[in-house]
């Protein structure tokens, strides 16, 4: 027998994908980019200093990706192919759990590897400006790729664990961001108390983030041990993740007998949909104002999952109060309180939206759903009264605390004469939280109805709506510096300038991306339901709409908007 088979099978099907191309030229296009936006921005400093900085940005944005790639690549390897039922046909060969694991990873991280290697080389640029060594330069490409490593294998043995995507997901974000993240701060945290300025390096070696801080010369010189043991500590802890998904794979495909997990899972069914006689009060009442509106609603505790996340920020907030008094009345901690809302708010709001058809879609309901009386401009009503039920009082409540920080900070002596500025900023980032619900509302509906699973109807509707806003914002800037490179008497913008083109560039995406997913909801929403199986048509077809013959309407369906 070949010594595992399904990586050799699995390199050769992942070297053949369109992905894998666009995603390694995509990452190095975007560091080149970056960097020459750093490069201009710090145009007339020291080719040194510059050399520097730009090498940090860079090396910070591949050790971001690195970071970034288990939750987008492995996070739902094993648990997709255990809710299809294929996780199980594997094991009846005498292929053996590393196998299948291996094989997995090797497929779902050639991509991401092929980013990084594509990266490292951008990295060089401040090399050849003299700014840093050799050695620097070969750290940091062992953090990314270190970092790398431990993020896939970490969403690997989380799917092994996980059935559910939506939860395969958050474990691994939540458990990459206390890797990364939270033991740094537990560390910090345990030295305020301590009232010691020394954090224990032992909390702070799984964090590639410590690894990426040791790297340069100046630290490296005094602290070398701590590199090479984080970085080897990091690795094992990869290791580790595929061993324990290599153990756990062949015991978790099958179904489980009934016992305490079944028990569980009935106690939260109750508390969740309620009893049989709740349920069908509950069920009567939103059935009768829209049918998809109960099946999207079933959920009681959604609007308390939102409720809760909101008591959270503000239990935070309490403490950040309750420890620095007058101190925490600052401008600062409104903005990064104001942000923290409107990220969640954004966040969960496309998720929700994209949720619910792409997961009928997926179990080949929608189409039963679509064979009813039931119209597709009801589906979207329904839709739209589960996410009002679920979102409109947070909204309003932090639409609230956004005008109370706006008083404050109007009211704040030390604002002198950026009250306008803050006026307008405070103002500008209300109306776009709600344009940005609006346009999120159809695009993850059309995200939902057309990727291949929840999660990448989520994603595409975050990039389109948070992201590009800001990729555009940045490319004008970077634009604008190309322009007047050579001028010497450059103008320069105000903050009515940057103000303006940040909402603009915002409400632009909004409604462009809002407007083209509401004319497609509206025009072809049952063929995009009926082509659950249709590959996906390639970038330029999709671009300049050279799209693939329309499959045949099932006349079984009429076509009833």
């Known amino acids: 027998m070949t010594f595992l088979p399904i990586v050799a099978r699995e390199l050769r099907a992942a070297a053949r994908r369109r992905g894998t191309y666009w995603l390694r030229s995509g990452a190095a296009l975007a560091m080149v980019a970056i960097g020459g936006w750093v490069f201009l921005v710090m145009q007339g400093r020291a080719t040194r200093d510059l050399a520097v900085v730009l090498f940090r940005v860079l090396a910070g944005g591949a050790v971001a990706y690195a970071l970034l790639s288990g939750v987008r690549s492995t996070a739902d390897c094993l648990s997709e192919e255990k809710r299809e039922g294929t996780l199980g046909l594997l094991f009846l060969t005498d292929l053996k759990g590393y196998d299948v694991v291996l094989g997995k990873f090797t497929a779902a991280s050639v991509g991401d590897l092929y980013g990084v290697l594509a990266i490292v080389p951008t990295l060089a640029i401040p090399l050849l400006m003299g700014g840093i060594t ?86 490296y010189a ?141 179990a080949g309901t929608l189409e039963l759903l679509l064979s009813t009386p039931l119209r597709v401009r009801e589906i979207l009503r329904g839709q739209l009264m589960a996410l009002r039920r679920q979102f409109l009082g947070p909204v309003v409540v932090a639409l609230g605390v956004e005008i109370t920080f706006l ?36 695009v993850g509906l059309w995200q939902g109805l057309t990727a291949r699973n929840a999660i990448q109807a989520q994603l595409a509707s975050w990039v ?27 103008p320069e913008p105000n903050w009515q300038f940057f103000v303006g083109l940040w909402f603009v560039l915002g409400l632009l995406a909004d409604l462009g991306f809002g407007a083209h997913a509401r004319y497609k909801l509206m025009t072809g929403f049952r063929l995009a339901a009926e082509r659950r199986y249709a590959p996906r048509e390639s970038f330029w077809k999709r671009l300049f709409g050279e799209s693939q013959s329309p499959a045949p309407v099932n006349p079984a369906l009429p076509n009833r908007e």
């Open 407 to 442: 008083v404050a900070t109007v009211s704040d002596p030390g604002v002198g004469d950026e009250r306008n500025l803050w006026i307008t900023l405070w103002t500008a980032g209300m109306l776009m939280l709600l344009a940005d619900l609006a346009a999120l509302y159809w």
């Open 134 to 219: 050799g050695g620097e330069f070969a750290r940091m490409a062992l953090v990314a790729l270190d970092t790398l490593f431990f993020s896939l294998a970490l969403g690997m043995g989380i799917s092994a664990f996980s059935r559910s995507a939506q939860r395969a997901f958050a474990l691994t974000f939540l458990a990459l961001v206390w890797f990364a993240g939270g033991l740094p701060l537990c560390a910090a945290l345990r030295a305020w108390l301590q009232q010691t300025s020394q954090l224990q390096p032992v909390l702070l070696m799984p964090s590639a983030w410590y690894a990426f801080y040791l790297a340069p010369d100046t630290v």
């Open 222 to 362: 005094t602290q070398a041990t701590y590199f090479w043991s984080s970085l080897g500590v990091i690795h094992g802890f990869g290791w580790f993740f595929l061993a324990a998904a290599s153990v756990v794979a062949p015991r978790v495909w099958q179904d489980q007998p009934a016992g305490k997990r079944l028990r569980w899972r009935e106690y939260w069914q109750l508390w969740s949909y309620g009893n049989p006689v709740q349920r069908a009060r509950f069920r009567r009442r939103l059935l009768e104002r829209n049918a998809f509106f109960w099946l999207a609603a079933r959920g009681r505790l959604k609007p308390a999952g939102v409720w809760a996340a909101l008591v959270g920020v503000a239990a935070a907030w309490g403490w950040g109060f309750a420890k620095l008094r007058r101190d925490w009345l600052d401008v600062g901690v409104y903005v990064v309180t104001a942000l923290t809302l409107n990220w969640l708010l954004r966040s969960w709001f496309a998720a929700e939206a994209a949720r619910q058809l792409a997961e009928e879609r997926k």
């Open 464 to 490: 389109r709506i948070l992201i590009v806003p800001w990729a555009a914002y940045a490319l004008v800037l970077l634009v604008m510096a190309l322009v007047f490179l050579n001028t010497r008497r450059a």
